[in-house]
């Protein structure tokens, strides 16, 4: 009989209970061990806006500015309010499918988008006639060549099934900076895993960790002294909890209008 051994258990235990900490040249993550899931698939509708071009998705409520520039491409939509969660849902993923119409291409089990935009209410249309975005309708308004990998788009609305799943990133977080020598303003892209985040926390290199607070859309800021540093930052998941840590992600030169990539993500 195989003998117990009890150092063995302990350590694996242990193992699976401690946080993953991942070192790298210039990062250090910090993270639970836990990754996101696809959510169960729910029922609601879709539209889309824009031309085939895709030009009117640039920019948007969460501050993406250029779609394709920054990674998002034409595979994204705008949320109604329910789902955009006062911005915090802004870089989720969706996988999305037509179901119950004769306008859905068949064959086509689902495309994925990011949300990057807010699909407004139009209190002046009725919910079920042109107010597709009004609270509390849960909506998507695509971009139209994602709308058009799942229906025809003269249908203009159709059922869809959709559910959250994992964003599929390339590479790490991305920041890009605005403000002035007081206040520094910070667009987080290229987010992995559940895509949104809850709470960031900027870190000089002569200062300890500062709250950032939520702006708008993906946008955190910080009213602080922080030129001349190099910066840092510490990201939780919105929908994970799981928080990361980014080393030195800008040198002590960084400047605004200017973008810093890292090489840690979520997943």
């Given amino acids: 009989m195989t003998s117990f051994d009890p150092w063995s258990f302990n350590f694996f235990s242990m193992t699976l209970a401690t946080l993953a900490i991942i070192v790298s040249k210039s990062s250090v993550t910090v993270a639970l061990p836990i990754e996101f899931r696809p959510s169960p698939w729910s029922l609601a509708h879709a539209t889309f806006y824009g031309d085939e071009t895709a030009s009117e998705t640039l920019g948007g409520a969460c501050g993406y500015g250029n779609l394709f520039s920054n990674g998002y491409g034409t595979d994204t939509a705008a949320l109604s309010t329910t789902l955009f969660n006062n911005g915090f849902a802004c870089g989720t993923c969706y996988q999305i499918k ?17 949300a990057t935009n807010l699909c407004p209410p139009n209190w002046a249309q009725d919910s079920n006639n042109g107010g597709w975005c009004n609270p509390p309708r849960v909506h998507f308004d695509m971009s139209k060549p994602a709308f058009m990998k799942i229906a025809q788009w003269k249908a203009g609305i159709v059922p869809v099934m959709y559910r959250r799943v994992p964003c599929v990133r390339p590479g790490g977080l991305r920041f890009y900076f605005q403000g002035n020598g007081y206040w520094l303003l910070v667009y987080v892209m290229n987010v992995g895993g559940g895509g949104d985040i809850a709470q960031m926390w900027v870190k000089g290199s002569k200062t300890g960790w500062i709250s950032m607070s939520h702006n708008w859309g993906a946008t955190y800021q910080a009213f602080a002294t922080l030129g001349g540093q ?32 890292t090489d840690v993500n979520f997943h």
């Fill in 98 to 114: 037509c179901v119950e119409s004769t306008w859905c291409y068949p064959g086509v089990p689902f495309t994925t988008v990011t």
């Fill in 230 to 261: 190099s910066l840092s930052f510490k990201i939780t998941s919105y929908t994970s909890k799981e928080t990361i840590i980014a080393w030195d992600v800008a040198p002590a030169n960084w400047n605004v209008g200017s973008t810093y990539a």
